[in-house]
């Protein structure tokens, strides 16, 4: 395991990247996102930031659809869009009142629908935070694969259905956002196997499946198809906790609806996730922070 490994994996406080010069690798500081999150112009209004769509959430995972909303929300979009099932309705509209919600029936789904609601709507769509219990959900995701032409951001059950075929050849930009044992089962290895040369087999992954890859962890990895490689420097243990990626696949989603390229939507996503629970910790500790308190504080964070 070399000194890159053991930073990820935060056994090590600091790296040297000048001992991997063989490697385009950079660490992500707050100078690298100060000058991306701009100061917004006087004329702008709703329709600026973005139209972002979320199919998320199943029955015993609503939060997992309303941190994806309010997350985005927090996070500057114009406007946002659940498309959920029936069964979480209620749950979502109570505890996500900024944003618009059209429901569909699960064990009957309409494609048309999926289309007219949420493809044609959409600037940008995250999936797969908390659809585990979602039926159909795998045709779901292959649809809108198969079906829309602009970014789209898979978390979770999306990670974990995802079949090779699907993403090669694709024409969206495609962002895979696994934890490392949603990353063992995509390569189909034991956890244990990206322990070691982690930034290799990223690469590797995204040049594979020319897809962005946000390796989560204590320091989040985002690999990038041209080869380039980003680790994050903030987060802290207390943002180990159910939901806080669901947070992040919601301000991903966010930066990429409002027109940021993926690369500065990545970079800026993930240091500001991690720079919010630093904040958080600061006033909870690390053993009472939970995922809603990452949204909590990303006002805190933006305006750092």
């Keep these: 395991m070399n000194d890159i490994d053991k930073y990820i994996l935060g056994t090590i406080d600091k790296v040297n990247l000048d001992e991997y010069k063989d490697i385009n690798i950079s660490l992500t500081t707050i100078n690298n996102i100060k000058d991306i999150i701009k100061k917004r112009n006087r004329d702008s209004h709703k329709g600026t930031y973005g139209k972002i769509g979320f199919l998320s959430g199943s029955k015993g995972m609503a939060g997992a659809s309303v941190l994806n909303l309010n997350a985005a929300l927090r996070s500057g979009a114009g406007l946002v869009k659940a498309y959920i099932t029936e069964s979480i309705y209620y749950v979502v509209e109570a505890m996500s009142i900024e944003a618009i919600t059209h429901t569909f029936d699960e064990n009957n789904i309409n494609f048309d629908d999926i289309k007219k609601e949420l493809i044609d709507y959409s600037d940008v769509i995250g999936t797969g935070s908390g659809c585990a219990n979602l039926n159909h959900y795998k045709d779901i995701l292959n649809y809108l694969l198969v079906n829309f032409n602009k970014p789209i951001v898979i978390d979770a059950e999306g990670i974990n259905l995802l079949e090779y075929n699907r993403i090669k050849g694709h024409k969206q930009d495609i962002i895979l956002t696994p934890h490392f044992g949603e990353m063992a089962r995509l390569l189909k290895k034991d956890v244990n196997y990206l322990r070691d040369n982690i930034i290799e087999k990223a690469i590797e ?100």
């Design 205 to 304: 992954f995204s040049n594979n499946f020319d897809v962005y890859l946000v390796l989560k962890g204590p320091r989040t990895v985002i690999s990038c198809p041209n080869g380039n490689v980003y680790i994050n420097t903030t987060g802290n243990p207390g943002m180990a906790t159910a939901g806080s990626g669901d947070v992040l696949t919601g301000i991903i989603t966010s930066f990429i609806g409002q027109k940021l390229n993926v690369v500065d939507a990545l970079r800026s996503a993930v240091f500001i996730h991690g720079l919010a629970g630093d904040i958080g910790v600061q006033y909870l500790g690390e053993y009472s922070l939970v995922a809603s308190d990452i949204i909590k504080f990303l006002p805190n964070a933006f305006n750092a």
